[in-house]
């Protein structure tokens, strides 16, 4: 681990001594459209024994393997024009069939995506450092996995990207609850960086039998991202987690007509972790309802998830304290959730669950659609015992989970869950931010003594003030 961990430190250090990469964003950029092509060529390799009929998407030429690939290949300024003005042009100008899904997202990616150096001499240095990862190693496969995804809790950490990780033991869980099936189709329509599908696709792994199961997989599993950065990665996260062909989509969910979404067009899980906060582009807002519109992207996205999911069909999402209540657009898209969806579970985090990137209160909601809401079981997580708050350094863990996955099974009523029906909900006006009603208090216990004494103590530095302040006006 520390061979990999050390080669991904060593070419980001590189990048440090480039005149054109400015910040981590930049330096993420670009590392992550290189580990795509090197990525990418292994694989091909692979599939080249496997079926010496396959070609690959990409021109022979501009193959990782023709022109990075050798220690002593080209450098310098040769090096900087055929990336600036071969290898991206071409790639962002592919031309692929319609159906060619690989060779469209090869175009996105590149589309969105920039080269940053400035300097051959150093991207040959971190060309050079990249290819002593072996991504057709089993090994360094599996170690890479985990310094990727360091480098994508390093991006998010980053406020001015806009990005929010979801900690990995969050989307765990939600997919654990969820219990994905082989051969159910299931997507994120704000996929990020790919979290959520990869912790999918591991669930889905351990019900793949033979070929027809994986092919199964690799068609079935969905997501949609907006802007080009975590797009890029969450392609390269998923070929990372040997899913061949990324079924990803380089576009705003919220942009398609809500009328248009038919019954070919659902799913059967949805798992996400929503933009909010956030205010959606310019007339997204126009593609829904008259009665649910609304600038507030986490109340979009949630219509648009009851609109995806099939009759049966069940969603685990990640909603902020903000869309559990409020009047107007924000009830009206509650009751929506509740009259045509049976929501019941809501597991309320601490505030700290995203630091130190986002210290909203959040909430995770699992719900099926088909079945109008009866009751809501509620679950409180706490934090570990003698731990104030989570931290980059003290994140949540999966661990912690298990006390609610035990509770899940057989639900009854303690000091952390409790049950609300929904005739309270809608005396309530459909406000879900119910508080814990069975939380005990902790009892302080009164001195009075110790409470003299403070007093004393305080009162003798009140009059010291006074008596000095005296003395001063005297002079």
């Known amino acids: 681990m520390s061979n990999i961990a050390g080669t991904i430190k060593s070419i980001r250090d590189i990048f440090r001594k480039d005149p054109g990469l400015s910040g981590d964003a930049q330096r993420i950029e670009q590392l992550g459209w290189m580990i795509f092509l090197k990525l990418f060529d292994d694989k091909d390799k692979e599939k080249e024994i496997l079926n010496p009929k396959y070609r690959s998407p990409i021109p022979a030429e501009l193959q990782w393997r023709n022109w990075a690939e050798d220690d002593e290949g080209i450098t310098g300024d040769e090096l900087?024009?055929?990336?600036?003005?071969?290898?991206?042009?071409?790639?962002?100008?592919?031309?692929?069939?319609?159906?060619?899904?690989?060779?469209?997202?090869?175009?996105?990616?590149?589309?969105?995506?920039?080269?940053?150096?400035?300097?051959?001499?150093?991207?040959?240095?971190?060309?050079?450092?990249?290819?002593?990862?072996?991504?057709?190693?089993?090994?360094?496969?599996?170690?890479?996995?985990?310094?990727?995804?360091?480098?994508?809790?390093?991006?998010?950490?980053?406020?001015?990207?806009?990005?929010?990780?979801?900690?990995r033991a969050v989307t765990q869980f939600i997919v654990d609850m969820v219990n994905p099936k082989l051969g159910e189709k299931i997507t994120d329509p704000a996929c990020g960086t790919g979290g959520f599908l990869v912790c999918t696709i591991e669930h889905l792994k351990r019900q793949v039998k033979n070929i027809d199961d994986r092919k199964?997989?690799?068609?079935?599993?969905?997501?949609?991202?907006?802007?080009?950065?975590?797009?890029?990665?969450?392609?390269?996260?998923?070929?990372?987690?040997?899913?061949?062909?990324?079924?990803?989509?380089?576009?705003?969910?919220?942009?398609?007509?809500?009328?248009?979404?038919?019954?070919?067009?659902?799913?059967?899980?949805?798992?996400?972790?929503?933009?909010?906060?956030?205010?959606?582009?310019?007339?997204?807002?126009?593609?829904?309802?008259?009665?649910?519109?609304?600038?507030?992207?986490?109340?979009?996205?949630?219509?648009?998830?009851?609109?995806?999911?099939?009759?049966?069909?069940?969603?685990?999402?990640?909603?902020?304290?903000?869309?559990?209540?409020?009047?107007?657009?924000?009830?009206?898209?509650?009751?929506?959730?509740l009259e045509d969806c049976n929501v019941h579970t809501i597991v309320r985090l601490p505030q700290s669950v995203f630091a130190p990137y986002a210290t909203v209160n959040t909430n995770l909601i699992f719900f099926e659609k088909g079945k109008p809401t009866k009751e809501i079981w509620y679950y409180e997580h706490t934090l570990p015992d003698g731990q104030k708050a989570y931290s980059k350094t003290k994140p949540i863990r999966i661990e912690e989970f298990e006390p609610i996955k035990q509770w899940w099974k057989n639900r009854e009523e303690s000091e952390v869950a409790w049950k609300v029906s929904m005739q309270t909900i809608i005396d309530r006006n459909y406000d879900l931010d119910v508080k814990n009603p069975n939380k005990k208090v902790e009892e302080v216990e009164l001195n009075i003594g110790k409470i003299l004494s403070i007093l004393k103590t305080e009162n003798n530095k009140v009059s010291t003030i006074i008596q000095e302040l005296e003395n001063d006006l005297v002079k």
């Open 80 to 167: 900087i024009n055929f990336v600036n003005n071969k290898l991206f042009p071409t790639l962002k100008n592919l031309t692929v069939a319609a159906d060619d899904r690989l060779g469209i997202t090869i175009r996105q990616i590149f589309d969105g995506t920039n080269n940053y150096m400035k300097s051959g001499t150093t991207f040959r240095q971190a060309i050079n450092k990249l290819n002593e990862i072996d991504f057709t190693s089993s090994k360094d496969h599996h170690i890479f996995n985990v310094i990727y995804e360091e480098i994508l809790q390093g991006l998010a950490a980053k406020k001015d990207t806009g990005e929010f990780y979801t900690p």
């Open 216 to 337: 199964t997989l690799q068609e079935t599993v969905t997501g949609s991202e907006l802007k080009p950065l975590p797009f890029m990665l969450s392609v390269v996260n998923l070929i990372t987690h040997d899913i061949e062909v990324p079924q990803l989509e380089n576009g705003d969910s919220l942009s398609r007509e809500y009328t248009s979404i038919k019954q070919k067009d659902r799913v059967d899980i949805i798992i996400a972790n929503p933009p909010f906060g956030g205010v959606v582009g310019d007339g997204m807002e126009t593609n829904f309802p008259l009665n649910y519109r609304t600038k507030e992207s986490a109340d979009l996205f949630l219509i648009l998830f009851i609109q995806l999911l099939k009759d049966g069909g069940r969603a685990g999402i990640v909603l902020p304290d903000g869309s559990l209540t409020g009047d107007g657009v924000k009830q009206r898209v509650r009751q929506k959730l």
